[in-house]
């Protein structure tokens, strides 16, 4: 066990890191893609920051391969678990292949895509015909007349239909709900949510960490300070799916190790010196919630963060060296100017690197802003880390 480990906050780490692979099985990705050849591959769906409804077709990494760009002519479509989130399609504005995502199933289907950037349209499959019919914003109630047939109880050239029936997702999922079992009865319709494709990745970090008081409130507080780089450990969770946003919940454990030294303090006309050392040593547990944001998902995914942190102060040792001219021995003296418990925020970047198949490497970067204790006025910590971590 590494020494600088508290033993409460030791028994966590072989906890968790024996959870790790059992949650790690249940919540890593489960993507698959399919080739025009029928070909099946597993592995994970990627995606950046932009391209969200991948007109440009989707960037799919198999399992244990590199992320490969896939267009809509090589892929029959592709999803989470057993789901099928996009398909391919020939579109009928540009007559090529398309990714179109599936929203009601059943014997009349509709889909949902894109015929240029911002630009949204909706698709019927009907049961006698093999391409998609693209319903126009303008003339969409037309469209309904012509290819909606044979239900009487649902009036398709009603003067208040565009009305009750607007150019939307709501619409067009409504108006099949009602079409296909009045047409077709007996037969099943449903909708079709998309999958979330949500991500739980335990992991292990250790660091190193770096701390300066500001505004420190004893008399000391002005004079010189040293820092020391401070090695930490902890555990943590990301959570993520195929946007660019994620969290990430971790539990830490660090120590504070700074030294105040000043030299000839002022004593007031005594007829001798002054030099004193203050030492501020801590161990704290800290609990962070931070929310992530990915500016490119692929085999190395830089990533920006900042959240909320909380700590707890598990032991202080923080004491003076008072050393007077007159006198042989330095009078130590205990100091307790610091309370139990710290919050504050936290901001930073960094990046994560696929490694050994699914496991993430991360490296990053984060600058701690924290009120020490709950006495008033209370020290303010900066703490500047580096962290390198392991998720499964």
Known sequence: MLSFIHPRAAVLLPVLLWLAPAASAQHRPNDFLILTNGDTLRGQIRQGLISKNYRNGVRFQPN?????????????????GKQLSYRSAVLPATGQPGLVAPIVEGPVQAYVGEKAPGEKRFYLALPDSARLLELDPKTYR??????????????????????????????????????????????????????????????????????????????????PQTNEMRPF??????????SPFGAQVELNYLQT????????????????????VTYIESNQLQAAVLANLFLYRGRISPFVNGGFVYERNLRHNSYQEIKRSDRPAAEVVDVNDLGDQNSGFAAGGGATVAVFGRSLLSLEYRYSWLVDGDISPAPRRRVARFDLGLSF
């Open 142 to 223: 037309l469209q309904y007349i012509r290819a909606l047939q044979g239900c009487a109880a649902l009036d398709l050239g009603s003067a208040t239909f565009n009305r009750d029936y607007p150019y939307a997702y709501r619409s067009v999922t409504r108006l099949l709900q009602q079409y296909n079992p009045c047409r077709y009865p007996g037969s099943s319709t449903r909708l079709v949510k998309p999958a979330q494709g949500w991500y739980f990745r335990p992991g292990v970090k250790v660091g190193l960490a770096s701390a300066t008081y500001k505004d420190f409130p004893a008399s000391y507080g002005n004079e």
């Open 64 to 80: 244990g391969q590199k992320t490969t760009r896939y267009q809509p002519a090589d892929i029959r479509g592709f999803g989470t």
């Open 233 to 242: 450990a902890g555990v943590f969770v990301r959570v993520s799916n195929r």
């Open 257 to 276: 190790k700074v030294r105040f030294t000043g030299r000839n303090v002022y004593t007031g006309g005594a007829p001798y010196t002054v030099d004193r």
